[in-house]
């Protein structure tokens, strides 16, 4: 059995300039913010590409220079050079035009044997995808193909082990999917729930609800673009950023940051929601704009370009801020700096929460949560959490919705309450200065905690650096000696970061999880 694949072309690579990509994708920021030379690169990261066959090859040309420090294990035999593989490889790991240059090993599979016997074992029953036998741990895979099996059982069937990979492997890997290129929708692998779906910056690629008869019905697709032209192209990079990120969580030592949901939130969270071009319409999750309801919505990201467009400066500085561990089942959230995460196990009727002090507001706040489909080892059944994100006003200790409020923020939404999609998300712009509280709520009635990562980027512009008291842009020994010296009662002072009236151990604490 074959897939019938129509597998997405990339460009010619005259099309792009390296000078267009890194300003697409704010690494210049990046590597303006932090230094060149601290930048990371994928180093020590295993990586797979699965690619559709052309002439029967599926592997890059080796013999470029762009290809001198990889290997490349052909999982599916002996082949040669392709030049779909060669121009994705290029943008996923090649020296010259990668996010992700120092990823060495790449595991390489043509994709009808990948779906069958070489590894998904479509159709076969309850036999499993194998462990993972090899130098090491694939920690991202990118798919820059489409196709279906032309069967709603065979599709089912790939898209079930897919997910149940992402969530059964203890590696957690993070598996980056194109979309189609013009309007023509594929089931594979985009309709998979524990993935991140790609489309393009300029929107010219396939967008839709996941249709019946598939499960999740409903569901947004895709969840972020990348840069680049083609959907082909995009891919790979957000594939890079993956394995980016992945290095930084090492370099921090947070063994959580490496996980699939954690990869995903802090993409999605750190997306771009300004238009690629003046062309391009707004973005927009369709916030009710006006009435008792403002500020609601089921439709947690744009229909077109997911969460947005990729930003690694933001996933750098949402990962480097480090994870504030939510407060479940309590009624005194911790205090989140201006950037962060977490990912936590949530029971089912248990809400995750954080406390949020932005004393000058925030001209853009993003947050989204997000969490997997969990799949039966004998692949026969599925279940996925139901949670809701929702931002509210927090005084002594007394919560206040947001929802209709006409002056609390300019635009946005503050809660997302989609009964589908296993991605909530909230954009809110013009914040008002105040104390807030980040609930993330679950309400279905499954009977195993569900593994929720949440991510959220608040703007330095006007927020200010959490902790950043002498505006240096950094959080270091001076504002350390700053709040030591406002020690006690200190009612309105910036020293107060967790708004109680009182400098304490509480904000020395939050002080230092936001050090530079």
């Known amino acids: 059995m074959r897939v019938l694949l129509s597998f997405i072309l990339a460009a010619s690579l005259s099309d792009w300039s390296v000078a267009d990509y890194r300003d697409w994708c704010e690494l210049d920021e990046l590597i303006e913010r932090i230094g060149e030379d601290a930048v990371p690169t994928g180093d020590g990261v295993i990586c797979a590409q699965i690619e559709a ?12 220079t762009d290809f ?39 595991n390489c599979w043509e994709v009808n044997d990948w779906l069958q016997n070489g590894f998904l074992r479509v159709a076969q029953g309850s036999s499993n995808p194998p462990d993972y036998q090899g130098l090491g741990i694939i920690k ?45 929708t594929q089931a594979l692998l985009s309709y998979a729930w524990n993935v ?78 300004e238009p690629a071009s003046s062309n391009d319409p707004e973005w927009t999750n369709q916030a009710i704009e006006s009435g008792p309801d403002r500020g ?51 029971p089912a009727g248990a809400d995750m929460t954080w406390l949020f002090v932005l004393p000058d507001g925030a001209s853009e706040l993003s947050i989204i949560a997000t969490w997997n489909r969990q799949v039966s080892t004998n692949l026969s059944g599925w279940s996925v959490a139901d949670m809701d994100l929702e931002l509210l006003a927090y005084d002594n200790g007394v919560e206040t919705p947001l929802l ?3 002056l609390a923020f300019g635009r946005g939404n503050v ?36 593994d929720v990562a949440v991510a959220w980027w608040s703007s330095d512009e006007v927020g200010g650096l959490f902790g950043d008291f ?36 509480n904000d020395l604490l939050a002080l230092l999880g936001a050090w530079s």
């Open 68 to 106: 001198s420090d990889n290997f490349i294990w052909k999982r599916s035999g002996s082949s040669g050079p392709s030049s779909h593989a060669t121009n994705v490889a290029r943008k996923f790991y090649g020296n010259e035009q990668s996010l992700a240059p120092d990823v060495w090993l790449v």
């Open 196 to 273: 991140i779906s790609v489309g393009r910056r300029d929107g010219a690629h396939a967008w839709s609800d996941v249709p019946d008869p598939y499960e999740g019905a409903g569901r947004m697709n895709p969840v972020i673009t990348g840069t680049l032209y083609t959907t082909s192209e995009a891919t790979p990079t957000v594939s890079a950023t993956a394995a980016m990120l992945i290095e930084t969580a090492r370099d921090i030592n947070e063994d959580l940051g490496e996980a699939s949901e954690t990869i995903k939130a802090v993409m999605l969270a750190a997306a771009s929601h």
């Open 470 to 505: 002498d505006g240096d842009g950094l959080v270091t020994v001076n504002d350390l000696l700053q709040l030591i010296a406002a020690f006690g009662p200190c009612e309105d002072c910036i020293e107060d970061l967790d708004g109680d009236g009182n400098v304490g151990v």
């Open 140 to 184: 991202v895979w990118n798919h820059s193909w489409v196709g279906t099996f032309n069967n709603i059982n065979s599709d089912q069937d790939a898209l079930r082990r897919v997910d149940w990979v992402v969530e059964t492997d203890q590696n957690s890997p993070t598996v980056c999917v194109g979309v189609n290129n013009g309007n023509q």
């Open 415 to 450: 809660l997302s309450v989609s009964a589908v999609d296993n991605v909530e998300h909230l954009y809110l712009g013009d914040l008002m200065p105040g104390t807030y509280v980040l609930r993330c709520s679950r309400h279905d009635g499954g009977s195993s905690p569900a």
């Open 404 to 406: 209709g409020d006409d």
């Open 296 to 346: 609601w919505t089921n439709r947690p990201l744009d229909e077109t370009f997911g969460a947005g467009h990729l930003d690694v400066n933001r996933a750098h500085q949402i990962l480097t801020a480090g994870r504030t561990p939510a407060a479940i089942g309590s009624d005194s959230p911790p205090l989140a700096t201006t950037h962060g995460w977490d990912l936590s196990p949530v």
């Open 53 to 64: 066959p052309a002439d029967g090859n599926y592997i890059p040309d080796e013999s470029m």
